[in-house]
């Protein structure tokens, strides 16, 4: 699924037919419902219809009842047939049908009123004003008003108003209007209002809904939702919603990592995220590396290691750098500085607080603002009301200083094991 089976692709519209005539063992979890029924050298027993698809053995059998079956559910063996049928035949150059079912097609176009299936295809053009099906489509389009399936597709684009669906797609895109669905995918876009792909290797992704299940390598995903599920590498995911992720707002760290410039949207969230800026109304990270995470509203994470948290309030477990707003919270630690309008807290900070309420379980450096507080100081306090319970003075007014010499300071108990620092 790289650049140069890219390149390849878009130039196979004449594939020779004996060099891709065997259909590799599709893996359970990657039959997407895209081969045609009864495929020369397959029993219609190993055919099974997945999301929703039947096949035609289950059609002849139960007259096209079956329920629907998800993607990685349990599968059971169609029924055998009642009744024996020939084999589709081969055509060549150019054919047309209503209800055609060719084996191998070599030519120039092959059209069909209702529904066509050919196992094979070799060509320019493939159109169906119903549904088109393909177990290995290598050439040109595939275009029909409603569903194209392909199992192996190689070419320019498939082209449906209502479903496009190929397990490998190698070419230069899909476009529909409801669904586009590949496993592998190497393209330059899918244009749908659903776009789904195991793992898409490509520019772009647009639609309202884009997803990625295992990997995302490309440009960007943009659309009202982009989900990347585990790993996304590329320019920018920009949309309303933009996640990576198991789930939106994930608190697992396990499942891959954003690798980018930005997300922007509405809401921003990801498990891992390594880039320049999360930017939106609400930001979220497990495990943030980068530059900036600004949310309107707040901005979050787990940890924190960039250049500033920017938004109304922002908070972290540990956070490295600026924190920015209205409220700066460190439920853990803090390392740089906390400019919070209204007020700035975390359990032990190292480096500066300002606001109008500064407050510390442990403080090593400076506070400013109205009124400051710290169990422990090693530094200064600079406000209206200052309060350290181990400072020069506990309560003091402008100034008060700490240097960690009472009875339960660490500097205390470097001095019960024997040490001698020198004092200040």
């Keep these: 699924m790289r650049t140069s089976l890219l390149l390849l692709a878009l130039g196979s519209a004449f594939v020779a037919p004996a060099a891709l005539a065997s259909a590799p063992k599709i893996p359970a ?15 219609p027993t190993q055919i099974v219809a997945t999301d929703g698809e039947q096949t035609d053995a289950e059609e002849r059998t139960t007259g096209g009842g079956s329920q629907a079956m ?32 060719l084996g191998t097609f070599g030519g120039v176009a092959a059209l069909a009123l209702a529904h066509e299936r050919i196992e094979r295809f070799y060509g320019a053009l493939s159109l169906s004003l ?18 194209n399936l392909s199992d192996d597709f190689g070419g320019i684009a498939q082209i449906g108003i209502g479903e496009n669906r190929a397990r490998n797609f190698i070419g230069l895109g899909q476009v529909a209007v409801a669904y586009n669905r590949t496993v592998d995918t190497a393209a330059l876009f899918q244009l749908a209002g659903y776009n789904r792909a195991k793992e898409f290797y490509g520019a ?7 997803r990625t299940d295992r990997a995302f390598g490309g440009l960007m995903q943009l659309g009202a939702f982009n989900h990347s599920r585990e790993d996304f590498t590329g320019f920018a995911q920009i949309g309303v919603f933009n ?19 930005a997300q922007a949207g509405v809401v921003n969230s990801a498990g891992n995220f390594r880039g320049i800026a999360q930017v939106g109304v609400a930001s979220y990270s497990h495990d943030f590396i980068g530059g900036l ?48 309008v209204a007020a700035n807290y975390a359990e032990s900070v190292h480096g500066a607080q300002i606001g109008i309420a500064n407050i510390a379980d442990e403080a090593k450096g400076v506070q400013i603002g109205l009124f400051n507080h710290a169990k422990r100081l090693r530094g200064v306090q600079i406000g209206l009301v200052n309060h350290a ?12 200083m700490g240097f960690g010499d009472d009875p339960n300071s660490d500097y205390s108990d470097y001095q019960a094991k024997g040490a001698s620092p020198t004092k200040f």
């Design 389 to 400: 319970e181990d400072g020069v003075l506990p309560w003091t007014a402008i100034i008060n």
């Design 29 to 43: 979890d990657e039959d997407i419902g895209t081969r045609p029924a009864a495929t020369p050298g397959r029993s």
């Design 70 to 101: 998800e993607l990685g559910h349990e599968r059971h063996p169609a029924p055998p047939p009642q009744i024996a049928t020939d084999p589709p035949g081969d055509w060549y150059l150019l054919h047309a049908g209503v209800r055609p079912h």
């Design 243 to 261: 996640a990576q992720g198991e789930d939106l707002f994930d608190e697992s760290n396990d499942d891959g990592r954003f690798a980018g410039i």
């Design 130 to 147: 119903i549904r088109n099906d393909a177990g290995s489509h290598y050439g040109g389009l595939q275009l029909a008003l409603g569903r």
């Design 204 to 210: 772009l992704q647009l639609g309202g809904y884009n």
């Design 293 to 340: 995470q600004i949310g309107a509203l707040g901005a979050g994470a787990k940890e924190f290691r960039g250049l500033a948290q920017i938004g109304v309030v922002t908070m972290a477990e540990k956070s490295y750098g600026a924190q920015i707003g209205a409220g700066a919270i460190a439920l853990e630690s803090h390392r740089g500085l906390q400019l919070g």
